[in-house]
């Protein structure tokens, strides 16, 4: 992972860059190519454009891959209040909030695992990440971009009358923890929106598919069991 990992420095920020979060979204080129440029070398030029700018742009990177490094003292990327979760059309699922991902460390009961927290737990803090929901990627939980090699279908849309389990919450962390050999179940405040940000339900617990295979995207469905 840290061979992924750069930092593109200016004099009052640093562009922080995870090449194995990276799907090619092409927000960042689009929006601001005075600071992210690939045909240039190095293809990130923080001091190219205000820090505004650079900071606006950067978090409208929906993977996560891109972050930044204040040097001016102002406060770092802040969440909104309840996470939304839109999934792209043929990709992955878009999270945005407060995210709090649990994970089993080697010593524990495997690299995923749901179990309360311990010594052999370890919490990543996100604010912005694409979650796998076509079973192929070789970064798990993260989308690598492999929907688009397996030509993995599913719709940016939700069927009618879609819900969420649990009463809406106001604020606070949305808990992510991953099931040995299963789904991505999440707890807390959650907004569940079309593709186009469009919301669509709220609510405080869900369980999204890892495997590609359900019925009922993006939710489980118990594809995953039986499938192996």
Known sequence: MADDLHRYRGDAITVAYDARRCIHVAECVQR??????????????????SVDAVVDTVERCPTGALRVERADGEP??????????RPASDG????????????RSSNGAGSEGAGSEGADESIERHVRIA??????????PFCD???RRIDFQ????????VALRGEAATEGPLEI??????????????????????PRA??????????????????????HARGG
């Open 131 to 140: 979650l796998c929901r076509c079973g192929a990627t070789a970064n798990q």
């Open 92 to 103: 992955p699922l878009f999270l945005h909030g407060d995210l709090r991902l649990h994970r």
């Open 202 to 223: 709220d609510g405080a617990k869900a369980a999204f598919c890892r495997c590609g295979a359900t019925a009922n995207q993006p939710f489980c469905d118990g594809s």
């Open 177 to 198: 923890r991953l099931q040995p050999d299963g789904p991505a179940v999440v707890t807390g405040p959650l907004r569940l929106c079309d593709e186009n940000g469009t």
């Open 145 to 147: 971009g492999s929907h």
């Open 76 to 85: 770092q990327e802040t969440p909104p209040a309840v996470t939304t979760c």
């Open 32 to 49: 601001l190519p005075t600071v992210f440029n690939t045909s240039h070398r190095p293809w990130v030029q923080p001091d190219a454009a």
């Open 154 to 161: 599913a719709a940016g849309q939700l069927a009618v009358g």
